[in-house]
């Protein structure tokens, strides 16, 4: 039995408070990327309340994404941002979504983010995610960007930080461990990765703005 | 004197394409903040590091 809506408010307000609540629940925060960070950063938010979620990513659910991004194996070709959407809705039935199943590039990323208070970077390609954050601070001078460099391998999980590198610049990670052959993204360390950019999401939501 | 990711290095005069080059970043995979503000890429080779610039140097790897 699903709860209805009020049922759902009360729900979140008696684990964050009226305030806060009031204050996630009209966030806008969009996710480039839906893959071992984009996913999970996106399933925190949903369990949080979030008020709407941009998901963005161009690619299609593949059996070697299961070992840990929020898909199932019954999922197996479908667009990531349509498989997320389907996963989100099981757990937040009153989530607000819009989807770009696009590749994000500097002649669609204004438009893309135009709604959004907070983006999350959340790419694989180190290129691609340098792109997006240089676009964001020079283009965009009123959004947060909460950024993830360095989560590959069975390194330690208390080398995955938070750093606030200007007034709008987060960065998590470790800063180092590359994806490679010899080193791979294992679930849980990659969780911890987005778990930060989630949190601080949520943090600058809370106007907590240091780390 | 510059402060380079909160180091003090004694780079004065160099633009900021050639500290990144020597430094052996790869351009396309960094953000540059300068005294607190993006540095646009545009701006690398006009840019020239002084006494006093405080630089952080974001160098993003892979894997996501």
């Known amino acids: 039995m699903i709860p209805a809506k009020d049922e759902w408010q009360r729900a979140l307000i008696y684990r964050h408070g009226t305030e806060f609540q009031k204050r996630i629940s009209s966030s806008v925060v969009a996710v480039c990327g839906l893959g071992g960070l984009g996913s999970n950063i996106a399933m925190a938010l949903a369990r949080a309340g979030i008020g709407k979620l941009i998901l963005i990513d161009f690619d ?10 929020q898909y199932k194996a019954n999922q197996i070709g479908l667009y990531k941002t349509e498989a997320l959407m389907h996963n989100l809705i099981e757990i937040n039935p009153y989530l607000e979504m819009q989807l770009h199943t696009v590749c994000i590039d500097e002649t669609n990323t204004k438009e893309l983010l135009t ?66 052959e010899k080193s791979g993204l294992l679930s849980s360390r990659v969780m911890l990765c987005a778990a930060h950019q989630a949190h601080t999401v949520l943090r600058i939501i809370a106007e907590e703005f240091e780390v | 004197m510059v402060k380079i990711n909160g180091e003090q290095l004694g780079i004065d005069g160099y633009s900021m394409t050639e500290y990144l080059l020597s430094a052996g970043y790869d351009i396309k995979r960094v953000a540059v903040e300068l005294n607190g503000n993006i540095l646009p ?23 996501g």
């Open chain 1, 60 to 69: 299609r659910v593949d059996i070697t994404n299961l070992h840990r991004q």
């Open chain 2, 41 to 63: 890429k545009a701006d690398y080779d006009e840019t020239l590091l002084k006494d006093g610039d405080s630089l952080e140097v974001v160098s993003f790897v892979g894997g």
């Open chain 1, 115 to 180: 709604d959004a208070d907070i983006i999350c970077e959340a790419f694989d390609n180190p290129e691609a995610k340098a792109n997006l954050v240089n676009f964001v601070l020079e283009k965009m001078p009123r959004k947060y960007i909460v950024a993830a460099s360095g989560m590959a391998g069975i390194g330690s999980g208390n080398t995955i930080k938070t750093k606030k590198l200007s007034r709008r610049f987060y960065l998590c990670g470790d800063e180092k461990s590359e994806v490679s």
